[in-house]
């Protein structure tokens, strides 16, 4: 499937899209700063995780997130705009917990599933079973939670035979795909999505689609879209974020934003 082609059926969406709010606010980024140390080599980095910082060998830093503030409440469905380096994925990456902030404070509540780096995580020495289960356990999922999920990630992510050998013989795809599966099975409360995010062949990338909207056009579920495109942001979400080197310069109506975002960028 094209890319448009993709935006397209995304943007079918936009007539069944959610209105409602709630007033809960279920993530909050209090003066959050993100600084990432630059090295020339490894040996730089090594010293650097001791605060070491060589003459030579430190490079400087960057502010990917930069005294970054803003509360998104439950049910909202708001896309980050900006260039590329902006920002965008290191502010959801402190949503999901992959990255933690330098100074300043994230808060996040309720259940997060990340379409973003849908195959980190996984071990590669264990099955695909194996891993639902692992992943399952990490998540804090009791036994017999894991034992219900299972048959449904499984028919999801169609890997036939192969979700009982170990995950080092799968394509990456169909790594993606068995991602995927999870993190959609689990029903988010909270869903964190990159437009970029392209997984298997067409069939599969719309059933993908398919069980995006849905989860979308639950109330309960508030949605963090990354993307480029204002259209898809439009026709996706009801507010905008403008990132800038970090700095969070715009943040209102998705049409205010993304007319905001075509104007000066
Ligand atoms: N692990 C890292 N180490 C060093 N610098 C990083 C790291 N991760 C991100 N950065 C830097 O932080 C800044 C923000 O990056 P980020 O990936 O959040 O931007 P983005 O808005 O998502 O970009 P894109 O649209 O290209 O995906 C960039 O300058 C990037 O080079």
Same mark, same amino acid.
């Given at each position: 499937?094209?890319?448009?082609? *993709?935006? #397209?059926?995304?943007?079918?969406?936009?007539?069944? +899209?959610?209105?409602?709010?709630?007033? &809960?606010?279920?993530?909050? $980024?209090? +003066?959050?700063?993100?600084?990432?140390?630059?090295?020339?080599?490894?040996?730089?980095?090594?010293?650097?995780?001791?605060?070491?910082?060589?003459?030579?060998?430190?490079?400087?830093?960057?502010?990917?997130?930069?005294?970054?503030?803003?509360?998104?409440? #439950?049910?909202?469905a708001v896309a980050?705009l900006?260039?590329?380096?902006?920002?965008?994925?290191?502010?959801?990456?402190?949503?999901?917990?992959?990255?933690? @902030?330098?100074?300043?404070?994230?808060?996040?509540?309720?259940?997060?599933?990340?379409?973003?780096?849908?195959?980190?995580?996984?071990?590669?020495?264990?099955?695909?079973? &194996?891993?639902?289960?692992?992943?399952?356990?990490?998540?804090?999922?009791?036994?017999?939670?894991? #034992?219900?999920? %299972? @048959?449904?990630?499984?028919? $999801?992510? &169609?890997?036939?035979?192969?979700?009982? *050998? @170990?995950?080092?013989?799968?394509?990456?795809?169909? #790594?993606?795909?068995?991602?995927?599966?999870?993190?959609?099975?689990?029903?988010?409360?909270?869903?964190?999505?990159? &437009?970029?995010?392209?997984?298997?062949?067409?069939?599969?990338?719309?059933?993908?689609?398919?069980?995006?909207? %849905?989860?979308?056009?639950?109330?309960?579920?508030?949605?963090?879209f990354?993307? +480029?495109?204002s259209?898809t942001a439009k026709e996706f979400c009801s507010r905008g974020i403008?990132?800038?080197?970090?700095?969070?310069?715009?943040?209102d109506t998705i049409e205010a934003a993304t007319a905001?975002y075509?104007?000066?960028?």
């Open positions: 499937m094209s890319s448009n082609d *993709q935006q #397209k059926t995304l943007g079918d969406a936009k007539a069944k +899209h959610k209105t409602s709010v709630s007033d &809960e606010v279920v993530i909050r $980024f209090d +003066h959050v700063t993100k600084t990432y140390n630059l090295y020339k080599n490894d040996r730089g980095r090594f010293l650097g995780i001791f605060n070491y910082k060589k003459k030579g060998t430190f490079l400087g830093s960057v502010n990917a997130s930069d005294d970054l503030s803003f509360e998104v409440k #439950k049910g909202e980050f900006g260039c590329n380096g902006a920002g965008k994925s290191t502010a959801l990456k402190m949503v999901t917990g992959v990255t933690h @902030p330098t100074t300043g404070n994230v808060e996040v509540k309720g259940r997060v599933s990340a379409l973003l780096e849908l195959t980190a995580g996984f071990d590669m020495q264990l099955t695909g079973r &194996e891993n639902i289960s692992l992943r399952g356990q990490i998540l804090g999922l009791k036994r017999n939670e894991i #034992k219900e999920l %299972e @048959p449904k990630i499984i028919e $999801f992510a &169609e890997l036939g035979l192969y979700i009982d *050998q @170990p995950m080092r013989t799968y394509s990456s795809g169909m #790594k993606a795909r068995l991602g995927f599966a999870f993190a959609v099975a689990i029903d988010p409360e909270i869903l964190v999505v990159d &437009e970029a995010l392209s997984v298997g062949d067409r069939a599969f990338q719309r059933k993908c689609i398919a069980r995006i909207r %849905e989860i979308m056009m639950d109330e309960n579920v508030t949605v963090l990354v993307t +480029h495109t259209s403008v990132l800038d080197h970090g700095k969070k310069v715009f943040d905001y075509e104007k000066n960028y």
